[in-house]
């Protein structure tokens, strides 16, 4: 799986590139075995005159992609490079991944149907599915309303699916880029603010639930959507799927969130405070714990005290709990990812 908002990032150094008559090549990280820095999918676009968006590795890779993106440029085929980060005498880096990757590099052919509709998609918040005969033979993307290319018949289903979102399967190369999830967070107070800058930063679309305006505003949310209004006022068709963090410090307001909440089929509900005072909630307002995906109290056990440390907690936690992961410390593991 990969980011809509990152892949759309990335364009419009592209479409710079296109601006300038400059050829570019957008780079894919397809596969690794073992430790990386980045997971499939990841993504970068290298312009003629070296200018580079996006990230691959933790820079150690770069410089020599860059070199065979000159290459594609020229040739204006794509080619996939394979690197075996354990090779320590080949590379002379000290490199901390171990791991193996492949990368694949395309010339970006504006003429193309395949790279206009790519184009057009990535501008949507909606899934799209994308992907290529490896190395360089039929092209496809997919997104509900448009269909571009010969899309394989195992490819059709899992845009709205579960399970893999990426990988290499009868010689294609595939990846799903999926918009941000939206992240609710019940409560205006400062120590939400904290909450709501780190989860934009890691690709939450953050929408700020109070109803006071002298705290519910850009002043102090720049990063996020506004709804100054009740929990009972919210339309729960508009938050489908969503996140919750219900963080009010105000009890009748964080009861009203739980019951906005239940009703949205939501994917994650955090709630700040000690678990008793959450089931005490739970209780007034008639909603089984086991009813929902219950967080509480929201937060990885950091020793968190202050505001920011506390926003880290929970934002961890979110992205723990995003990825499929049980959170912890990496230390002892042998594979990062």
């Not at 929990?231 to 938050?239: E, K, N």
């Not at 009861?255 to 009703?263: H, L, Q, V, Y």
Request: net charge negative.
């Amino acid at each position: 799986m990969s980011s809509i908002r990152e892949a759309r990032q990335i364009w419009e150094l592209a479409e710079e590139a296109k601006a300038s008559n400059q050829a570019v090549v957008l780079a894919t990280l397809i596969t690794v075995r073992g430790s990386a820095y980045r997971r499939p999918g990841a993504k970068m676009v290298m312009r003629q005159d070296g200018r580079m968006r996006g990230t691959i590795s933790g820079g150690c890779l770069e410089g020599d992609l860059f070199l065979h993106a000159e290459a594609v440029m020229v040739s204006q085929k794509p080619s996939l490079h394979h690197y075996d980060l354990t090779e320590d005498e080949m590379w002379g880096l000290g490199i901390g991944c171990k791991g193996t990757v492949d990368i694949w590099l395309e010339p970006i052919v504006w003429e193309n149907p395949f790279w206009q509709a790519f184009g057009e998609a990535v501008k949507q918040d909606s899934p799209v599915l994308w992907g290529a005969e490896l190395p360089e033979g039929r092209r496809f993307v997919w997104r509900m309303d448009v269909r571009a290319g010969d899309v394989p018949q195992w490819a059709s289903i899992p845009v709205e699916g579960h399970g893999a979102d990426f990988g290499v399967r009868e010689g294609f190369w595939w990846d799903i880029m999926r918009p941000p999830q939206r992240l609710v967070i019940a409560g205006a107070g400062h120590d939400a603010e904290p909450v709501a800058r780190l989860a934009h930063q890691v690709g939450f679309e953050v929408v700020v639930l109070d109803p006071r305006p002298h705290v519910n505003n850009a002043d102090h949310f720049p990063t996020a959507e506004h709804w100054v209004k009740d929990a009972g006022d919210v339309d729960p068709s508009t938050l489908q799927g969503a996140y919750w963090v219900i963080m009010n410090h105000h009890q009748r307001r964080d009861e009203d969130s739980i019951r906005c909440a239940a009703k949205t089929a939501p994917r994650f509900v955090g709630i700040l405070g000690p678990r008793q005072r959450t089931e005490e909630m739970l209780a007034h307002v008639g909603v089984m714990p086991d009813t929902l995906p219950i967080h509480a109290p929201v937060g990885i056990d950091l020793g968190a005290e202050t505001p920011d440390e506390v926003a880290v907690s929970i934002v961890g936690e979110l992205m723990a709990y995003r990825r499929g992961s049980h959170g912890g410390s990496l230390h002892g593991r042998d594979h990062i990812h």
